[in-house]
């Protein structure tokens, strides 16, 4: 091999090392990115959790609060047929 061969050898392997070293450092970069992401997604996931079950006790207080309405209208409506009661019995 001549010299001038060696010599495109060797910078056609220091190109093909840049470009190694290059796409080596892009794929840790996508490592650390896709690792951010699964991080990411547990803390959505477990938001999404804990939202679950702050609307499940959210629901369940309204329906106790509506089934208190209810009570008490009915409460309402039987004092004031007592109270018309009384005052026709007066």
């Known amino acids: 091999m001549s010299r001038t061969q060696l010599l495109e050898v060797e910078a056609r392997l ?7 070293q290059e796409r080596s450092l892009q794929y840790k970069e996508l490592m650390d990115s896709h690792q ?5 997604q547990t803390a959505l996931g477990q938001e999404l ?10 629901r369940l207080k309204r329906d106790k609060v509506s089934w208190c309405s209810t009570d008490i209208a009915e409460s309402k409506m039987r004092l004031q047929e007592l109270a ?5 019995a007066l």
């Open 14 to 20: 220091k190109s093909s090392l840049a470009t190694l």
């Open 36 to 40: 951010r992401l699964r991080e990411e």
């Open 49 to 58: 959790e804990s939202t679950k079950a702050e609307l499940l006790d959210l």
């Open 84 to 88: 018309d009661c009384l005052r026709a």
